[in-house]
């Protein structure tokens, strides 16, 4: 009996021990926001990532004048307003128009989404901003030619919950087009804030 509660006793210790280190956050349908406790190895860049959400939301949401943290500390996670179904379109979109492209060149693209959402001449949701038509053309190629369709690669995945913790830094860009290939005289008129690979950004 006494080698069967000592058995248990060390089960219940090792589910617990593990669940630290496979804490997974709410579903969609979940606590609006929640908790995170800080362990060894957080920065506040890494749990941002982690949860999509953006760096200056996540500082605010705590009082963080700063981005130091201390082990144990409870970090309150406010709900992305980018789901799931959002982030997947955005990925679908990074891979299609960054293939081949440096995977800085993939968070600039979700970055783009990202400050067109937040832009007031562009909607007001992922899903338009993507979707939108200017002069009878969609905004983004591989929606005009179905790419988007194709299921994102990991790398592409990553480079959007990038840009979602980056949301609201960097300089702004609100466009990107390949110098070589680009067409329209209009976009060689926005300034430009980087170029990354192929692509050259601007607003």
Do not use: C
Not at 61 to 67: E, G, H, P
């Amino acid at each position: 009996m006494k080698k069967f509660k000592k058995l248990k006793m060390a089960a219940l210790a090792f589910v617990s021990t593990v669940s630290l280190f496979t804490f997974q956050p709410p579903t969609e349908t979940e606590a609006a926001s929640f908790t995170h406790t800080v362990r060894s190895g957080d920065t506040l860049w890494k749990i941002s990532n982690h949860y999509g959400v953006g760096l200056t939301t996540l500082r605010a949401a705590n009082n963080q004048t700063s981005n130091m943290i201390y082990v144990g500390q409870k970090l309150v996670i406010p709900q992305s307003t980018i789901s799931a179904a959002d982030k997947d379109l955005m990925a679908r979109l990074v891979s299609a128009e960054a293939k081949g492209e440096p995977y800085a060149g993939k968070v600039a693209v979700a970055t783009v989404i990202l400050n067109r959402l937040d832009h007031p001449e562009f909607p007001n949701t992922v899903k338009e901003v993507i979707y939108q038509i200017d002069h009878g053309y969609y905004a983004f190629t591989p929606v005009q030619n179905g790419t988007i369709n194709q299921p994102a690669d990991v790398e592409s995945k990553r480079a959007v919950s990038e840009a979602l913790a980056y949301r609201g830094q960097g300089n702004g860009s609100l466009y990107f087009y390949n110098p070589n290939t680009a067409s329209s005289s209009w976009i060689y008129s926005r300034p430009v804030t980087v170029t990354i690979g192929n692509h050259r950004f601007a607003k």
